[in-house]
């Protein structure tokens, strides 16, 4: 079983499109890879409820925007990590939507072998590094990360990424500290979908701008449209060029919404329907598929079959998933420590 012939190329480019390049080609790659986001987390959502697998589910349907920004801004050989909102990175990082799935399923052919499942997602390949469940603990992480680049002399950006609600965590004052006194090359991100599990920033915070977090150890920080590409674009590029000139780290703020709620098992009733209607009012996906249409750069019928393709894609996906083996019981004890021999369980 393979489903190589499914998998597409998403790779980071090596040589970012600058902004005055947000012509067909980057519009047809936002748009296609927000579709495989939003195709594949409306997947995973309705497999989750047919107890297709276990755990916890956080799907990122509205955010979109945010990954599709970033990965025409980042270079290649960058790095990234995240809180458990995780599924979609690795798929516009290039990996294959079988082995995320599979992943999913705590399969052995997903890409940590069905040991990290829905919420603790990792993809050393792609410099995916998490895919995280403790609240803030990648912030911390993601800052060593940096610094192990920049010790090793290094030119990679850590794109660091975290809810709104994980700002309230101590270790995030302790990294930032940290962070500016090293002058680590690390771009934080606060994706700030305004209700961390289901209460709003306005009800946990006397300062409604997060980005002003960064004033206290003077690092630069910015807010930005989670919801546009081209804003998403332009402030992780603007962030990435001030770390990699060596002037240490960048928070930046993005202004998101997720339209379902903070888990699988959240019927988010803290939001009123026409707060979320309002919301979808500025889709990514939408305002991506009015740009393309009203620029003539591709006719509605190509970008319904791109839709279909994907359907079948994210299908195509479920079956390898389902089709591929569990792994083995001795699997518990590989991958434990950095050597894999244990003398002691072969007796």
Known sequence: MN???TSKARKADKNPAPPSAFGKEVHLRWYKDMLLMRR???????????????????????????????VTAMREGDRIITAYRDHVHPLVLGESPGRVMAELYGRSTGTSKG?????????????????????????????????????????????????DGAMRQG?????????????????????????AMGTSVERTSNVRDLYKAGLSYDMPAAPANGMSCQDVHNAFADAAAHVRAGNGPFLLELKTYRYRGHSMSDPGTYRTKEEVEEY??????????????ANKWAPEAQLDKMDADVKAEVEAAVKFAEESPIPAPEELYIDVYKENDYPFIKD
């Open 3 to 5: 489903d190589t012939a």
């Open 40 to 70: 594949f987390e409306e997947k995973a959502g309705q497999l989750y409820t047919q107890q297709k697998f276990g755990g916890f589910c956080h799907l990122y349907i509205g955010q979109e925007a945010v990954l599709a920004g970033l």
């Open 115 to 163: 040991k990290g499942g829905s919420m603790h997602y990792f993809d050393k390949g792609r410099n995916f590094f998490g895919g995280h469940g403790i609240v803030g603990a990648q912030i911390a992480i993601g800052a060593g990360i940096a610094f192990a680049d920049k010790y090793r002399g290094g030119q990679q950006v850590t794109y660091c990424f975290m809810g």
């Open 171 to 195: 270790i995030l004052h302790e990294t930032f500290n940290m962070a500016m006194n090293w002058k680590l090359p690390v771009v934080f991100v606060i994706e700030n979908n305004d209700y």
């Open 280 to 293: 979808k009012q500025r889709d990514p996906l939408e305002l991506v598929r009015r740009e393309i249409l």
